[in-house]
């Protein structure tokens, strides 16, 4: 079993959809969880983190975790073609001392 | 604020030879990871100092990878001998102190190919 799992997509959406991605992790004693978005040919950028149960919106990105369940997942309102990218689920492992990426979900947004 | 600093951009070697690429961290920053990124893939942890402490080398291939982190500053990532499944893309990445709940903050990468 990986560490961080996701679906590796592509997932398409219409411009101004909602796009849901999802990711569920391994390690029950992990606190700490990220979303990174990485456009091609450039390097991973933190456009979330969440470390409570619940949900955390911030603009038009909104995290949501459910420890009980082992599963992080990051909804997208309005989606922009601007926001086609791999979305990145990162935890930070029981101790606090290993980020541990998934392999990344591919994200298209067609205008 | 300056960013994560990394070169060289781009490197082609052929299998067997040796290769270095060097990480300036964002000032201050205690932590300094290396991560290596196969296309397709997420980043793999490869090692992560505190400091010029090596808190994880555990998926580092030590017969033929090493790293050092001179002064708690900078640091160099080398590969000796190369071998063709080493073409990735290398990222450097800092944070404040490696605390839990830490973003970090990524370089440019080094793109390596292995021929």
């Known amino acids: 079993q990986k560490e961080v799992e996701q679906n590796s997509g592509p997932l398409s959406v219409p411009e101004g959809a909602i796009a849901s991605l999802n990711c569920t992790y391994s390690d029950r004693g992990s606190q700490s969880f990220f979303w990174y978005r990485q456009y091609s040919g450039k390097s991973p950028e933190l456009i979330m983190s969440?470390?409570?149960?619940g949900d955390k919106e911030d603009g038009r990105f909104t995290a949501q975790l459910n420890k009980a369940s082992q599963y992080v997942s990051l909804l997208i309102r309005d989606s922009q073609p601007s926001d086609s990218a791999t979305y990145l689920c990162a935890v930070r492992n029981t101790g606090g001392f290993k980020t541990i990426f998934g392999a990344g979900t591919r994200l298209f947004v067609k205008a | 604020e300056a960013g994560v600093a990394q070169s060289p951009r781009y490197k082609i070697i052929e299998k067997r030879q040796s290769v270095a690429f060097w990480c300036n961290p964002i000032s201050g920053h205690a932590t300094l990871y290396w991560y290596q990124q196969i296309l397709g893939q997420g980043p793999k942890l490869l090692i992560q100092f505190q400091n010029n402490g090596v808190v994880d080398d555990s998926q580092l291939p030590k017969d033929r990878f090493s790293a050092e982190r001179l002064k708690g500053v900078d640091s160099t990532l080398k590969i000796q001998p190369a071998k063709l499944e080493d073409s990735a893309v290398y990222l450097c990445?800092?944070?404040?102190?490696?605390?839990?709940?830490?973003?970090?903050?990524f370089g440019s990468g080094t793109q390596l190919s292995v021929l």
């Open positions: 990445a800092s944070s404040l102190e490696g605390g839990f709940g830490e973003k970090l903050f």
């Open positions: 969440i470390y409570s149960n």
